[in-house]
């Protein structure tokens, strides 16, 4: 029966207004470095994302040109093939569109080389922006416990207290709860 009342009682302080407006309420000091850290994240991603959309685009035009490339060096050997005479003012015309064709596509080749480096930049920016947001979120998760772990201690000791207070009423002959009216 006596541990019945004091369940009773313990569950009343728990949720008494007093008690939650006596415990303060969490902040962490490091807020605006983790939401700076957060944007900073973001824009790497972001960053990210604008450079692997440009180095695709360098791979397009690079298969593009290489298929014009095979295209075309398929076409001049039908042409060939089937001609009974050849135009030779009309093969070095296509003997140096060829010609033009491989230099461009060495060139598209470094510009996609130039644009894989960067998108690889861009993802080491990102692991390193990552990194050091979730070191600051590790210090807000153990700031967070440490928190929780106060308020749990000082909700204890309320409890305690009351109990105590209880246990002396009971012993002094006081009715529960306190003095009648």
């Excluded at 000091?29 to 959309?53: N, S």
């Excluded at 040109?65 to 009974?84: F, P, S, T």
């Excluded at 109990?163 to 709860?177: D, F």
Aim: zero cysteines; a positive charge.
């Amino acid at each position: 029966m006596r541990a019945a009342s004091q369940e009773v009682t313990v569950t009343s302080v728990q949720r008494s207004p007093r008690a939650r407006e006596t415990m303060k309420k969490f902040s962490f000091p490091l807020e605006k470095l983790l939401r700076h850290r957060e944007a900073l994240r973001q824009a790497a991603e972001r960053d990210l994302g604008a450079a692997i959309a440009v180095a695709r685009e360098h791979e397009q035009r690079v298969q593009q040109a290489l298929a014009e490339l095979a295209e075309r060096h398929a076409e001049l050997g039908r042409q060939l093939a089937e001609a009974h005479y050849v135009d030779v003012e009309g093969l070095r015309r296509q003997e140096s569109y060829l010609l033009w064709l491989e230099r461009h596509i060495l060139t598209l080749r470094q510009a996609l080389r130039r644009a894989e480096e960067q998108a690889e930049a861009a993802r080491q920016r990102l692991v390193e922006a990552r990194r050091e947001e979730r070191a600051v979120e590790i210090l807000k998760e153990k700031a967070l416990k440490r928190y929780r772990q106060d308020v749990a201690r000082e909700e204890q000791v309320m409890i305690d207290e009351a109990v105590m207070i209880e246990y002396v009423r009971r012993t002094a002959g006081e009715p529960a709860g306190g003095t009648v009216k």
